[in-house]
């Protein structure tokens, strides 16, 4: 079997996979309504049950419990009737982002592998520069043919620095 993702309805729409917080949550809150809703209701319970205590209707705070009760099992079911429904689109969104993953891993291998071939041309390009210079060194022909002024002095024979000053100084 193949690597590749198996395809979608969603495969058109690049805005499905790459979303930011405020579209993921906007996403998932059309996808179940459901849910939300019954947090609200079980908030909605809940608030009735704290003011009916304060108010002392002990039959009110009983009903709005039962109520808080029967909205978090309706949240349940819809957590896990939703969970039914979309487990395809978590598939393939775990199939694309692990596709996805392993795309920017294989182009952060290529970037570096060409990086270090980059590296290892201007290795080579140094190297044969440094043997070219060595190589006309070695025959006098290149960067170190030149001499300098002291050189001169210095090849003649019996000369030292202070000589060659007196002799310069008698000119």
Known sequence: MSGAPLPSSFDDDIDFFEE???QKFSRKLKEEPLIPLGCGLTCYALLGATRS???GDHANTNRMFRARIYAQGFTLLAIVAGSVYYS???DRRKQYEGVKAEKKAKEKN???IRELEARDQEDKEWRAQREVVRKSVRDGTG???T???LENSEMREGLGMLNVIKQLWRR
């Open 110 to 112: 290529e970037a570096w």
């Open 147 to 149: 001499r300098s002024a």
């Open 53 to 55: 205590i304060r108010a």
């Open 88 to 90: 395809g689109d978590r």
């Open 20 to 22: 930011n917080r405020w």
């Open 143 to 145: 960067v170190g043919a």
